[in-house]
Structure formats: structure tokens, C-alpha cells
């Protein structure tokens, strides 16, 4: 009877730490994010071989410490003010679950792991691993608090995954990986915007200056609107190349991808008018859920584009 009570204890104990750990590393963004420096992957690897298989394994573990390194830093950081939060007072530091030295310990550990691990596919996509997770703990993390300024820092790192996957292929920083960059980088406003738009209650009591303006106004809903013109240029700039006089490029779109491309880039910027619109909570998850299916169906799409024509 003890014995089973033991394992019993046992296996909820692993559960309750491995669910703190998903916790801690956020494990659905890092995930999110490892999916993008794949799709870069496979747009920059020439030839597709067992080999490859090799590179995608290690910048799926490298880039998922790297990030879940970042994450950890980050609630290290923001203990006291997740604590102030509805959404964020139940993480294992907040709520009391694991010490600010076991968190500490873990990412040190991922990162470690992460850069070890990036090296060996080359030095450069280390490189950009490290920069990657030095702004968003040593730069964007503070400026949170101080400055709407953030999110544009934020957006940085946040932009690095799907230029790292095209680094690591290549060994490169081209205009293919500065073109992969643009449009994560651009992607990050309205999404971002639009998550501070529809938690702004929830932030401020944290004193997070998350919208560009500091309110739930026109200024911030237009500028919302803007850069998603802008990630709409972004995301079609392949398929404009050959027409601007650049030639050779490896990034390319066809024009049943182009066509895709606008259709997505359309359809957040309908949900970005009607931010505008309404100017509510609703209409700014709407455009938060949007914008996740937008840059997932996105890669996708490019990804695709490259191995079916």
C-alpha cells in the first residue's frame, strides 16, 4: 500500500514539475517559434538529405533552450509584477512553486545547451541566438515598464527565429535571411498591439506600456493598421525581386504563392480595420488569433511554394 501511495506521489510530483517547467520555458511560444526557425530552414537548405535531418534536430532542441532560456529569464525578472496580473499570478514563481534559484539554474542551463548546440550546426546561427537572447532579456525586458519603445526592441529578437533557420542552412546573413527578418519583424506589431489592446486592464497593473500611444485609441488602432501594410509588403518582396531588378535570388514566390500571400496579408488587414472600427477588446483577440494563423499559414505557404514548384 505504501508503495503504490509512493508512486502515486511520485508521478504527480514529475507531472506538477514537468507542467511548471512548460511553464517557465512557455512551452506553446517557444514551440511557435522553433516551427518558424524550421520554415527558414527549409528555405534556405539546398539540398534536402539525411544530413539535413541532423540540422532540423538540433535547431529544434537549440532553438527551443534558447527561447525557453528567455522565457525563464523574463519571470525572473517580472516575478513581483506577474504577481500583479490575472493572467500571469499562477506561474510557478508567482505563485510560490518553484525558487527564483531552481529557475535561475534551469536557464543557465538551457542557454548553455541552446548556444553549445547552435554552434555546432555553424558560429553564426549561435550568434544570433545569443543577440536574440540578450535583447529580449537585457533590453526589451526592462523597457517594458518604461517605454511603449519596448515592443519595437521586443520585436527584434522576436524576428530572429525565421531568419536564424535560413542562417543555418546557409552560413549566411543574405538578403534572403534580411528578407525573412522584415516580415517576422513587421508581424510582431500588430499581434503585439493587439494582445496589449485586449490585456491593457491587466497590464497596467503591472505598468506595462505595451500600445504605442498608452491608450486604447484611433492613433494606436491606425498604426496598428499601417504596419499591417507593411508586413503585407514585406511578405510579398520575393515575389517582387526578379521585377525590381533583383536577380538569383533563392527566396522566391511564384505567383499562385503571391496570390496566397496577398489573400493572408488581406485578411489580417480586414481584422485590423475593424480594431479600428470597433475599437474593443473583441475585435483585438480577433486580430491577435488572426495574426498567429497569418504567419503559420504564412511559412507554410512559402515552405511549400519552394518544394512543389
Known amino acids: 500500500m505504501k508503495t503504490a501511495l509512493n508512486v502515486t506521489q511520485n508521478s504527480i510530483s514529475t507531472k506538477a514539475l514537468f507542467t511548471d517547467f512548460k511553464e517557465i520555458t512557455k512551452a506553446g511560444l517557444s514551440i511557435s517559434v522553433v516551427f518558424s526557425s524550421l520554415a527558414g530552414y527549409l528555405l534556405g537548405v539546398v539540398d534536402f538529405s539525411l544530413d539535413s535531418l541532423k540540422i532540423i534536430a538540433l535547431l529544434a532542441i537549440g532553438g527551443y533552450c534558447m527561447v525557453g532560456a528567455s ?14 496580473m490575472d493572467r500571469t499570478k499562477n506561474r510557478p514563481l508567482p505563485a510560490g512553486r518553484i525558487s527564483v534559484s531552481a529557475t535561475l539554474v534551469i536557464a543557465i542551463i538551457l542557454t548553455l545547451i541552446g548556444l553549445v548546440v547552435l554552434y555546432s550546426i555553424n ?62 519583424f513587421f508581424w510582431q506589431f500588430p499581434h503585439f498591439w493587439a494582445i496589449g489592446w485586449f ?97 503559420t499559414l504564412l511559412q507554410i505557404v512559402f515552405v511549400a511554394d519552394k518544394f512543389l514548384r
Open 71 to 84: 522565457n525563464a529569464y523574463n519571470q525572473i525578472i517580472e516575478r513581483e509584477l506577474d504577481a500583479l
Open 123 to 184: 558560429p553564426k546561427t549561435a550568434m544570433f541566438g545569443a543577440i536574440s537572447i540578450f535583447l529580449y532579456t537585457s533590453v526589451y525586458t526592462p523597457l517594458k515598464t518604461l517605454t511603449p519603445l519596448s515592443v519595437f526592441v521586443g520585436a527584434i529578437p522576436g524576428a530572429i527565429p525565421f531568419m536564424l533557420g535560413w542562417v543555418a542552412a546557409t552560413n549566411d546573413f543574405s538578403l534572403e535571411a534580411g528578407t525573412l527578418f522584415l516580415i517576422q
Open 199 to 295: 490585456l491593457f486592464e491587466d497590464y497596467k497593473k503591472a505598468g506595462f506600456f505595451m500600445l504605442p500611444t498608452g491608450k486604447r485609441d484611433a492613433a494606436t488602432a491606425l498604426q496598428t493598421i499601417l504596419y499591417t501594410v507593411w508586413l503585407l509588403v514585406a511578405s510579398l518582396l520575393p515575389a517582387i525581386f526578379p521585377h525590381i531588378g533583383i536577380v538569383g535570388s533563392r527566396l522566391y514566390l511564384s505567383p499562385i504563392a503571391a496570390v496566397l500571400v496577398f489573400a493572408l496579408g488581406i485578411w489580417m488587414l480586414v481584422y485590423a480595420f475593424k480594431l479600428y472600427q470597433k475599437r474593443d477588446a473583441k475585435a483585438a483577440k480577433s486580430l491577435m488569433i488572426v495574426s498567429v494563423f497569418y504567419i
